[in-house]
């Protein structure tokens, strides 16, 4: 059966999800759930699952071998232009939605957007919104471009290094996922990061950093800064936002790790 022969190989080739990764394949070809996938039950076309077995048995992640990635309610368009979106991210736009809970049409910048996964799920989610989106990446820009119109959902994308400036404020909220894996770090990790998700994604060149010192110029007096951090470095992000006048919280994900710290800006 293909679903036990593609899990075969995707183990040799060291995927530790051999078996799931081959039925979300099997399962995108068909056109079905991966839940309403009935093994042997039908007749799969091997000629269209085999190219993408490879690929994943070539460690490409995936949200990229599917060409499509789930985030909160929305699937978005996901390939190598851009980082996959990751589930502690999901936490991100929880802490987003409770800080804006009271905010009548908030304006809401997002940094750093990629797939515009945290811009298309405020819009989705937050009544009113305004939200605009930034990135340095031409190539993570023109895919945020596309989820936009797939999504049927407005954000302003503006291509932008946040080392040269922010857009105008004044902002809500500003939001950011920055790269946080350092330099040293890189070979270590898995080869679907490693190898295939984009550099200027993952590596920290002091993004949150400079960030923070910009975002105090177009938040709002009380405004928060939010921003994703290594589970490790939270502490530090805290210390850094704290140094520079911020009010800070740190925030753990469902499984009690310190991923999100909001900074806010005092009044
Ligand atoms: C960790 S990814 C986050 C992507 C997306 N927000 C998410 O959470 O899935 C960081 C993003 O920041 C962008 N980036 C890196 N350096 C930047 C800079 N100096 N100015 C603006 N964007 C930058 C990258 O191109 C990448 O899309």
Request: hydrophobic share 45%.
């Amino acid at each position: 059966m293909i679903v036990e022969r593609a899990a075969a190989l995707l183990a040799e080739h060291g995927v530790e999800t051999a078996r799931t990764d081959a039925e979300w394949i099997v399962a995108h070809v068909v056109g079905v759930k991966r839940s309403e996938l009935a093994v042997g039950s039908r007749d799969v076309d091997d000629t269209a699952v085999w190219p993408l077995v490879q690929r994943r048995a070539n460690r490409e992640p995936l949200a990229y071998v599917l060409g499509e990635w789930g985030f909160r309610g929305l699937t978005l368009r996901c390939d190598s232009r851009a980082l996959v979106p990751r589930p502690e991210t999901e936490t991100v736009v929880e802490v987003c939605l409770e800080l804006l809970h009271e905010s009548a049409n908030p304006r809401v910048l997002d940094v750093g957007t990629g797939t515009g996964a945290i811009a298309l799920a405020l819009a989705d989610e937050v009544d009113g919104v305004e939200v605009v989106a930034t990135d340095a990446s031409l190539d993570a820009l023109e895919l945020a471009r596309e989820n936009a119109k797939r999504t049927g959902l407005s954000v302003d994308l503006v291509h932008q290094d946040l080392r040269h400036g922010l857009p105008p404020g004044p902002f809500d909220l500003v939001v950011c996922n920055p790269p946080y894996v350092l330099a040293e770090e890189i070979d270590s990790l898995e080869p679907e990061v490693r190898d295939w998700e984009p550099r200027e994604a993952l590596v920290d060149a002091g993004q949150a950093d400079e960030l923070a010192r910009r975002a105090l110029d177009v938040l709002l007096p009380g405004a928060p800064l939010v921003l994703e951090a290594h589970a490790e470095h939270a502490k530090e992000t805290g210390e850094m936002l704290a140094s520079l006048g911020y009010e800070v919280r740190i925030v753990p994900d469902l499984a009690g790790r310190d991923r999100v710290v909001v900074g806010k800006k005092r009044s």
